[in-house]
C-alpha cells in the first residue's frame, strides 16, 4: 500500500550535527519542525522520558527523521544500562507512539552494525555488529524489520569542516600542531550535505526504494592517514601528522576497517556521493585555510 502524501517533516535532534542542518534544509522546501531535549523554541523530547513527549504533535502525513542518540561508543560501552535506556528503549517507545499517530519514521542506524570487513558490502550483508553501540542500533532496527512505516540509514563517518576530526585537524593545523591519527581505521566517509540531501529525498520517495535499510556512506573506503592527506592537499597546508597505535581497548568498541558500498544513496541523490575530495572543496569554497 503506498504511503500518504508527504506534509511535514519532523527532525528528532535538530539542535545536532546533523539534525541542525537538516531541519534548516527542510524548512526552504516543506513545512519542517524539530525537537530537542532542551525544549525552548522547539518541541521538547528527551529521549530517555519518551513517555512525557505530547504525541498530539504527531500526526498521518508526517516524516519523523530521529537524528538523537548517545553515539559515543566508549560511552555506550562505559555506561551501558543509561545508553541502553536511551538509545534502544526510549528509542523504540517513541518510534511506535510515531507510527500509532500515522507518521514515517526514518531511525539514524550505523555501519558498525556490520562489524568488521575488509570486502566491499552493500546492504544485503548479513550483520555481525562490533561493540555495545552497534548492538544497540541494530535491536532498534530489529523491533521493526520489514515494518513499511520504518526506514534504517546505516551511516559511515559523516563528514563536514565542523566534524569532530575535522575539527581535530583544522585545530592542530592553525596552532602548528603535529596531529596524531589512529591506524588503521578505514570508513566509508559521507559529506553531510549528502545525508541531508539523501534523508530528504526518501522523505519524499518513500515506496521508490525497497528494503527497510539503506546504507549511507561515501564512494570511497578511505583510512584516517587519507584523510588528513586529502584535507592538506585542498585545505590545510599547514597540517602536519603523524600516525599512531590506537590505545589499548580502542577497537574493542569499533571496528577496523568497514568497507560499505551505498548503491540505493547514490540511487537517491540521483548521482554518485562526493568523494572526500570533492566534498571537502564544497565545504572549505576551494578556498585554503
Given at each position: 500500500m503506498a504511503r500518504n502524501q508527504l506534509e511535514r517533516l519532523v527532525i528528532v535532534g535538530a539542535t545536532?550535527?546533523?539534525?541542525?542542518?537538516?531541519?534548516?534544509?527542510?524548512?526552504?522546501?516543506?513545512?519542517?519542525?524539530?525537537?530537542?531535549?532542551?525544549?525552548?523554541?522547539?518541541?521538547?523530547?528527551?529521549?530517555?522520558?519518551?513517555?512525557?513527549?505530547?504525541?498530539?504533535?504527531?500526526?498521518?502525513?508526517?516524516?519523523?527523521?530521529?537524528?538523537?542518540?548517545?553515539?559515543?561508543?566508549?560511552?555506550?560501552?562505559?555506561?551501558?544500562?543509561?545508553?541502553?535506556?536511551?538509545?534502544?528503549?526510549?528509542?523504540?517507545?517513541?518510534?511506535?507512539?510515531?507510527?500509532?499517530?500515522?507518521?514515517?519514521?526514518?531511525?539514524?542506524?550505523?555501519?558498525?552494525?556490520?562489524?568488521?570487513?575488509?570486502?566491499?558490502?552493500d546492504e544485503a550483508a548479513p550483520s555481525s555488529p562490533a561493540g555495545e553501540y552497534a548492538e544497540m542500533k541494530l535491536e532498534v532496527e530489529r523491533r521493526f524489520d520489514g515494518h513499511p512505516q520504518v526506514r534504517s540509514l546505516r551511516l559511515s563517518y559523516v563528514f563536514s569542516r565542523d566534524d569532530k576530526f575535522t575539527s581535530y585537524l583544522r585545530g592542530c593545523a592553525g596552532r602548528g600542531d603535529q596531529a596524531e591519527i589512529f591506524h588503521p581505521f578505514y570508513r566509508a566517509v559521507v559529506h553531510r550535505n549528502d545525508v541531508v540531501q539523501g534523508v530528504l529525498a526518501l522523505a519524499r520517495r518513500w515506496d521508490e526504494l525497497p528494503g527497510s535499510v539503506i546504507n549511507f556512506g561515501g564512494p570511497e573506503v578511505i583510512s584516517r592517514k587519507s584523510f588528513a592527506a586529502t584535507l592538506k592537499d585542498t585545505a590545510l597546508p599547514g597540517l602536519q601528522w603523524r600516525g599512531v597505535e590506537p590505545a589499548a581497548g580502542f577497537f574493542a568498541n569499533r571496528p577496523r576497517v568497514i568497507r560499505m558500498r551505498s548503491p540505493r544513496l547514490a540511487t537517491?541523490?540521483?548521482?554518485?556521493?562526493?568523494?572526500?575530495?570533492?566534498?571537502a572543496r564544497v565545504e572549505f569554497d576551494g578556498k585554503i585555510e
Open positions: 545536532g550535527y546533523i539534525g541542525g542542518r537538516l531541519l534548516a534544509a527542510a524548512s526552504s522546501t516543506l513545512p519542517a519542525i524539530g525537537t530537542s531535549s532542551r525544549g525552548g523554541a522547539l518541541l521538547r523530547l528527551d529521549l530517555s522520558r519518551p513517555r512525557e513527549f505530547d504525541y498530539s504533535q504527531l500526526r498521518t502525513g508526517d516524516a519523523v527523521i530521529l537524528c538523537a542518540g548517545i553515539s559515543s561508543p566508549d560511552f555506550c560501552a562505559r555506561e551501558h544500562v543509561r545508553a541502553w535506556a536511551l538509545n534502544v528503549e526510549g528509542t523504540a517507545q517513541f518510534m511506535h507512539r510515531a507510527i500509532e499517530r500515522g507518521a514515517d519514521v526514518v531511525f539514524f542506524s550505523s555501519d558498525t552494525v556490520y562489524g568488521e570487513r575488509d570486502s566491499d558490502f537517491l541523490l540521483g548521482r554518485p556521493a562526493l568523494s572526500l575530495r570533492e566534498a
